[in-house]
């Protein structure tokens, strides 16, 4: 809302709040709600917070993130590793 009519104050009130209020418990949310309203800056903090933490990247690798964008955005710092198939004989 407050992208879409230009209130950048407001913008940048918020994502300072939400910054304060980032933990692994709502760390999904907060990146999925970053990358559907396309604010960018918030995207990146949490991608750096994710970084840091333990609890996301073991969610991560055991396939427990919920929402696809979050797992999707994740990919960056943490690339999926594609297991070779055997070929049969």
């Not at 950048?8 to 009130?13: A, K």
């Not at 709040?17 to 760390?27: M, Q």
Request: glycine share 2%; with cysteine.
């Amino acid at each position: 809302f407050a992208k879409k009519y230009l209130v950048e104050y407001m913008v940048s009130w918020l994502m300072e709040a939400t910054w304060e209020r980032l933990n692994a418990e709502n760390f999904e949310q907060i990146l999925a709600t970053a990358v559907h309203l396309d604010i960018a800056p918030l995207r990146m903090r949490c991608l750096r917070f994710a970084e840091a933490s333990n609890a996301i990247r073991s969610r991560y690798e055991a396939g427990a993130v919920a929402e696809p964008s979050v797992a999707f955005e994740l990919q960056a710092i943490w690339p999926r590793r594609e297991q070779k198939r055997r070929r049969p004989f």
